[in-house]
């Protein structure tokens, strides 16, 4: 046992003080919350652009208001000088393109004969953006030679704003649930994507010791099995490390960036039951104030740990695999031919992830993916954020546990054989007859 923590503090501390990693650790956080604030900020500008397009109606039906509307489009009106000079003119230009409206008796005619000219092929928000205001027109046309009153029919219209609360009548948001699915699908990602990292980890350590024959020192004084544990739980170790400076750092600028925004993150749950009507009304009209009270109803307490577990026992499930493939090549090129077996449960888990339990999270293949070993990791943490019975919970870790010392004692096996095996391409036969002995 004393090897054994040895072996672990070893890899810990190896893992832990290596620069890369420390810088990674701090990095992190902050690349993330960069590159979100960027990807917004690039997607605020190109909301923000406005473009030139001109037209020619020779339709008559369109006037310089029914364009107005849309502030992302300027329009400019070329009908007086003919469709042959406004193309010239519009190519010449700064023009995004020229809308064509011809002249038709019939309005299905005109609106089957509408073209654009451009230079570059438009967006698809920008042609989106024409056929809107086109078919709003042609439509209201059609309706007055119907006869049918528009004001008449404006009037009739009923806009459905409905306002979410539960049975104790506290409002929630309209958002909560792509808040769910958001952090479902965060945490899904992250466990596959660690997963991967962290197993790699292993795999190239066993590696690296292997191939400069420092590991036959080692197993004299230590058993393989002890070694290989040894590696999985140091490695998962700093793992955690970095998991738990990453959760307060994000945490630091949850907080942050609440009070810079004015929201009060602590004025939910049982004080809200507490809060005057009129005030209710008030808050539900602040969708931010919503959001941020529903935040703190979610389970993330019991999310986080649920992610801890799911993360140690689907890690140690699949670094087993690493370690024992690890043990079985003389280098990481070699490694390929068995990497697919390993990673094809982990992309069905996040394709089962995100195309069913998006959808349908309490639905018969949500909940048996989220059962079996090789997935529960990625899918029931998927799950969690809707809510999941205790009890299956507690069957999906039974399982991934029981399954993750079935796995540990295969690849102990073959960890055993291989790690003083040089200069022999392995094949999935010769690793069967490794497990038999």
Do not use: C
Request: proline share 3%; aromatic share 10%; glycine share 8%.
């Amino acid at each position: 046992m004393n090897k054994l923590k040895l072996i672990i503090q070893r890899e810990f501390l190896a893992k832990v003080r290596n620069r890369t990693f420390i810088v990674m650790t701090f990095l992190s956080p902050i690349l993330m919350i960069g590159m979100i604030a960027l990807v917004a900020l690039l997607t605020k500008s190109s909301i923000e652009k406005t473009s030139t397009i001109a037209f020619v109606d020779d339709s008559g039906l369109f006037h310089g208001d029914d364009f107005s509307k849309d502030k992302s489009i300027v329009f400019e009106d070329l009908t007086e000088i003919g469709i042959e000079k406004a193309k010239i003119i519009a190519m010449e230009s700064s023009h995004e393109g020229l809308l064509y409206i011809p002249s038709r008796q019939d309005l299905d005619e005109i609106a089957n004969n509408i073209e654009f000219f451009s230079e570059e092929p438009p967006s698809m928000i920008t042609i989106s953006t024409l056929e809107s205001i086109l078919d709003k027109k042609l439509e209201n046309e059609k309706m007055k030679k119907l006869g049918i009153d528009l004001v008449k029919l404006e009037k009739s219209k009923v806009n459905i704003d409905i306002r979410m609360s539960n049975f104790s009548g506290i409002k929630s948001s309209k958002l909560i649930n792509g808040i769910k699915i958001g952090m479902g699908m965060g945490a899904g990602y992250l466990i596959m994507m660690f997963i991967i990292i962290y197993g790699a980890m292993v795999m190239r350590s066993v590696i690296e010791e292997k191939t400069s024959r420092i590991i036959e020192v080692i197993i004299s004084s230590v058993k393989p099995f002890q070694l290989m544990l040894g590696k999985i739980f140091g490695t998962a170790l700093a793992g955690l490390t970095q998991f738990v400076v990453w959760g307060l750092l994000m945490a630091l600028i949850f907080i942050g960036s609440s009070y810079f925004f004015g929201v009060e993150l602590f004025n939910g749950g049982v004080g809200m039951q507490q809060i005057g009507a009129e005030q209710m009304n008030q808050l539900a009209q602040n969708e931010t104030q919503l959001l941020f009270d529903e935040l703190m109803n979610l389970p993330l307490i019991s999310t986080f740990v649920f992610f801890i577990l799911y993360f140690l026992l689907g890690y140690l499930l699949y670094s087993s695999l690493y370690a024992a493939i690890g043990a079985a090549v003389d280098n990481e090129t070699d490694t390929q031919q068995f990497m697919l077996p390993i990673m094809l449960p982990l992309m069905l888990g996040v394709y089962i992830g995100f195309a069913t339990v998006i959808n349908d999270p309490h639905g018969t293949v949500a909940t048996v993916f989220s059962m079996i070993p090789f997935t529960s990791p990625i899918v029931m943490l998927m799950r969690i954020p809707f809510g999941v019975p205790w009890w299956q919970i507690l069957i999906s870790l039974v399982l991934l546990l029981i399954t993750f010392i079935g796995i540990v004692w295969i690849a102990a096996k073959v960890y055993r054989v291989g790690i003083l095996m040089y200069g022999k391409k392995i094949s999935y036969k010769e690793l069967i007859k490794w497990v038999r002995y």
